[in-house]
């Protein structure tokens, strides 16, 4: 009778911790932000797209475009994408791709220019006024010094 209970016990136990593996490999506690893909989906859509094109040998950035309307209006890049298309950026090489998975098709490919702040300091330009029907024969060269 003793042993009855504790092989019920024992195949609850293990039922439990079978439920809660099983809990676990369904549900990952590590939450992955709205629009970003897991490691293996971005490593399969590199895949696809490397049958497309050639892409560089680094892991991109993938992100699920959303407000492609948004998108379109701020930037040349984005036309032709839609909501759902993947933004794959490339940082190292400074690459960018929108991939549609549904018709498996390219959509734009360009590189990633990246606005430089502008210099707190002025250039010395020399500066050249050319005088016409003056006096003088010869151009007025003045340096950026001499004006302030």
Same mark, same amino acid.
């Given at each position: 009778?003793?042993?009855? %209970? ?6 609850? #136990? ?14 990952? !506690? ?7 893909? !897991?490691? &293996?989906? #971005? ?23 959303? %407000? ?10 984005? $036309? ?8 794959? $950026? ?13 018709? =498996? ?9 990246? =606005? ?5 300091? %002025?250039? $010395?330009?020399?500066? #050249?006024?050319? $005088? ?12 950026? &010094?001499?004006?302030?």
């Amino acid at each position: 009778m003793k042993s009855k %209970k504790i092989l019920a016990l024992l195949i609850i #136990i293990v039922i439990a911790v079978l439920g809660y593996a099983i809990f676990r490999k369904l549900n990952p !506690s590590e939450k992955i932000p709205e629009g970003q893909l !897991s490691e &293996k989906q #971005i490593k399969t859509l590199v895949k696809k797209v490397s049958k497309l094109i050639n892409v560089p040998e680094e892991s991109p950035v993938v992100i699920t475009i959303k %407000k492609a309307e948004q998108l379109i209006a701020s930037q040349q890049f984005y $036309v032709g994408s839609k909501d759902g298309d993947y933004l794959m $950026v490339f940082p190292k090489t400074k690459k960018a791709i929108i991939y549609r998975k549904s018709e =498996d098709r390219l959509i734009n490919v360009g590189p990633i220019i990246i =606005d430089q702040p502008a210099t707190t300091t %002025k250039p $010395v330009v020399n500066e #050249i006024q050319a $005088v016409s029907t003056s006096s003088k024969a010869t151009p007025d060269i003045k340096s950026a &010094k001499d004006k302030e």
